[in-house]
């Protein structure tokens, strides 16, 4: 072989060589660029992930907000009194919700005659033991509480007036009222005596019972 086709091979091999190295260096550019790319777009898929959990999570919390029973609240229109008489005499205390929401009862209504001091006392607990009754009185619905008065001094004498407060949560919470219905001028007759209340109920025979005169 002459010197001549020597240095051609020679020249041919070196190019040859370049060519490789800048093809090698090309693929590794366009795979580290690859690379960069997904690992963008997984950042990318997983922040816009968190962000629709995230939104979820806070439409659950308003939802929860916007489903809170609110406490019932008495009123002279809210709260009626009607007497029954014989052998399982009792003044039944009606309430009515008169909105378009659900509301809660707690324990017994509160129940304050011709200006009494303190509140006839409960049948079921007493204001520093309470049993824990809670009712949800549906949309115009309603709730029942009984006084028996089927003796001589659970019946007592005819009222002039109540006020009525409605408990909280605990014995210790605040009250809603409180309001007074005047008798007299609803033309109702109601006898009270040394007799005591039950406990709220979702409907009057079950308020009858608890009060012992359910038939």
Known sequence: MTARRSRHRSAAYAALAL???????????????????????????????RKIIGGGAAAAGAGAVSRRVPDCYPSTYKVTFSQQTGPKSHVAVKFKNSTSRDCKLYNAPLLRFNNAKKPLPLL??????LDGTRITVPAHGYAYAVIPTNTAATKGTEQKSVAIDFMG???SSATHGPVTVDFAEKRLHISVGKSKVTNWSSSIHGAQLAGGVGK
């Open 169 to 171: 949560i605990s014995a």
């Open 124 to 129: 079921q607990g007493t204001p520093g033991h």
């Open 19 to 49: 060519g490789l190295a800048g093809s090698l260096a090309l693929t590794g550019c366009n795979s580290h660029s690859s690379k960069k790319s997904k690992k963008s777009s997984s950042s990318s898929s997983k922040s816009k992930k």
